[in-house]
């Protein structure tokens, strides 16, 4: 089941009709998406259906997708990243310490600086670069020394938290460049929230990377069968290393997302972020064995708890109901799915 | 086929949540986090308070006691506009935009346990004096000691307002008994594995410990587990925060010398009658205080009355 997406006679059997509900992840689970938004919408039109709820919902998804991106990439290549959630905490540690010396004592109000966008840009740079080493590390370890990455990624959970702790010992950076806040955390393009836009603009980039290029295909191999890719002349261990990289430097660029959105470091947060990944991406479609996936899948995986949660919020479900239908919502969805892959398999 | 399941599932949840929609002026509770004890026992004061005044209450909660946890649940609540929102903010500076979004669009809000920086929007903060609850804490040990002897902390790493004040205060009063000497605070993340290794290590390095302090139930019920470890319990002196079940029971057959308790179900009941007063058109003091008490090993009384316990529906 794990060679679809890889070779090209299989992907030739399929409809165009399948191949389009497969990039659809899964077809059910969209299906699911737009069936949750029109029950919410038609239970609650005012407040669900409201302009400022859609932009909340989207806000919301936006760090937790790009984050997922990488984590579609991971996990199609046969990989798990499970430090994603505190390696976004210690890049928001490092970038945001740069940016508060760089802009000296704190001033404006509440903590803010008035550090420009040249401090702003060297945050990001170290976010990014802070994220990329912890996704060396990862992909080395994976790749070199042949460590599970559950177990590899496990031990950076526990060293990226440890670290920032350490930098910080454990009080958060709550003194972040004002223009951060407001042009990126709360600001908007043309209507459309900053933070939703990168985010989206991640999702169709990694999309056009994962199905696209060669890259892409490398990804889908080396989860399919390693030994065939490593026959097929795909440096393996190469690729695993870039993926993992990938994932880091993404972990880091969602954690000048989330410096921007929370108007400071959040370090106590995040530790639920990589069940929260895994789950989006395996809801998408994704294969959790591996060679199958896809970013559109994803995409549609990272939505559904964000809407679950507010639509009952919004109808004033208990919270423990919240969070037994929530559960059980996620299994129902990829059971469906089960399902139907089943039944195409047999046909 | 399955999915006229999941809808009709949905439909059903829809009835039973609709019965809430009434006339009466709509307030929502956004606790701190799901199924904490503490939590639970102020959602019952609100609810109980909400029905005598007439308030239809919506409770909500996020999965864990952070912002990137509960602003999402904040975000929620601002759709439905309620008259007032009655939050228990996670973070002090993360909750002040989407807090500030929904005083903007008309709802008046209230801070209850946790306080902002930022509460220019805030109607009024409904808190307990930590610090004074640390004094407390400080006062206990001194008498429970007699005036000499060393003394530990165990308490969360730097960060949360609340235990720091509690350590602080601590802290401070102790400075008043030239007796007892301190041995500095510990750390623990509402860990008692973590708490257990600290007491046991603590007493290989300070054989002569007499007494300590956690700021939390969490570090207590930890350091009770490492005092039985190394076969201190009771020579040890433990004064704990908090009126958590386990601490309730831990004062009743000894281990634990005195509690200092908050009244988690009077905030709740105060932050309704704040909401009441609000939606009348009342102003209201910037902070309302609420109670804080000391109880002593023998004052069972005392202990049921304050145990934390979510005893409602």
């Known amino acids: 089941m794990s060679a679809t997406s890889l070779s090209e006679p299989e992907d030739e059997r399929l409809s165009p009709l399948e191949r389009w509900t497969q990039l659809l992840g899964g077809g059910w689970i969209f299906i699911l998406l737009i069936a949750l938004i029109a029950i919410f919408t038609t239970l609650r039109p005012e407040q669900f259906g409201s302009g400022f709820n859609l932009s909340m919902l989207a806000i919301n998804a936006a760090i937790l997708l790009v ?133 989206a603009a991640v999702a169709l980039i990694g999309a056009v990377v994962l199905h696209l290029t060669r890259f892409g295909v490398h990804v889908f191999a080396v989860g399919s069968d390693k030994e065939a890719a490593r026959r097929a002349g795909i440096k393996v261990g190469r690729k695993l290393v870039a993926i993992y990289v990938l994932s880091g430097t993404l972990a880091g660029l969602a954690a000048m997302m989330s410096t921007a959105r929370f108007a400071t470091t959040t370090i106590g947060g995040h530790a639920m972020d990589n ?8 809801l998408g479609g994704t294969s959790l064995f591996g060679g199958i996936g896809s970013i559109a899948g994803t995409v549609v995986g990272v939505f559904i708890p964000i809407i679950l949660l507010n639509g009952f919020v919004i109808l004033g479900i208990p919270p423990f109901w919240q969070t037994v239908a929530t559960g059980a919502v996620l299994i129902l969805a990829v059971w469906i799915d089960q399902l139907k892959r089943r039944a195409r398999e047999r046909s | 086929m399955k999915m006229t399941v999941g809808a009709a599932a ?85 909750l002040i935009a989407p807090m500030k979004q929904l005083a903007d669009r008309g709802t008046k809000i209230v801070t209850i346990d946790q306080t902002i920086e930022d509460s220019s929007f805030v109607q009024t903060q409904i808190l307990t004096d930590n610090a004074q609850g640390g004094r407390l804490a400080a006062d206990a040990i001194n008498t429970l000691l007699d005036g000499k002897g060393e003394v530990l902390v165990i308490t969360q790493p730097p ?69 039985r470890q190394a076969g201190a319990l009771g020579k040890v002196k433990v004064v704990a925060y908090d009126a958590a079940s386990a601490e309730v029971s831990a004062l009743k057959n000894g281990a634990i010398q005195a509690l200092i308790a908050q009244n988690p179900k009077q905030e709740g009941e105060v932050a309704m009658e704040s909401a009441a007063k609000l939606i009348k058109g009342d102003k ?27 005893d409602c529906d």
């Open chain 1, 67 to 199: 984050l997922s991106v990488g984590q579609t990439f991971v996990i199609i290549a046969g990989g798990i990243d499970l430090s994603v959630g505190t390696v976004l905490v210690f890049a928001s540690i490092t970038s945001a310490e740069i940016m508060l010396r760089m802009s000296g004592s704190a001033g404006g109000t509440y903590g803010t600086t008035q550090g420009g966008w040249g401090v702003v840009f060297v945050g990001l740079i170290v976010a990014l670069a802070s994220g990329a080493v912890w996704g060396a590390i990862n992909g080395v370890l994976v790749a070199a020394a042949r460590i599970p990455p559950l177990i590899v990624t496990l031990g950076t959970f526990g060293m990226a938290l440890g670290f920032a702790q350490i930098l910080t010992n454990g009080t958060d950076i709550r003194a972040v460049p004002e223009i951060l806040v407001d042009a990126i955390g709360s600001g908007a393009i043309a209507g459309a929230p900053v933070l939703v836009v990168i985010a």
């Open chain 1, 275 to 282: 069940l929260s990944t895994i789950s989006a991406v395996v």
């Open chain 2, 10 to 94: 949905a439909f059903a949840l829809l009835a039973a949540s609709s019965a809430a929609e009434a006339a009466d002026p709509a307030i929502a509770l956004v606790l701190g986090v799901k199924g904490s004890p503490f939590y639970q026992a102020l959602a019952c004061g609100a609810k109980a308070k909400a029905k005598e005044l007439g308030l239809a209450l919506t409770i909500s909660a996020p999965d864990q006691f952070a912002a990137d946890s509960q602003i999402p649940v904040v975000n929620a609540v601002a759709a439905t506009t309620p008259v007032v929102a009655a939050i228990v903010p996670t973070d002090a500076k993360a």
């Open chain 2, 159 to 227: 960060g949360s307002a609340a235990q720091d004040a509690r350590t602080t205060g601590f802290e401070e009063e102790l400075k008043k008994y030239p007796g007892i000497v301190y041995l500095g605070a510990q750390y623990q993340s509402d860990d008692p594995q973590k708490a257990a290794e600290i007491v046991t290590s603590t007493l290989s390095a300070h054989p002569k410990l007499a007494g300590l302090f956690s700021t939390n139930d969490q570090g207590a019920i930890g350091a009770l587990t490492g005092l």
């Open chain 2, 284 to 310: 209201l003091d910037k902070t309302t205080l609420t109670e804080i008490v000391t109880i002593k090993a023998g004052d069972t009384a005392t202990a049921d009355k304050y145990q934390y316990k979510g």
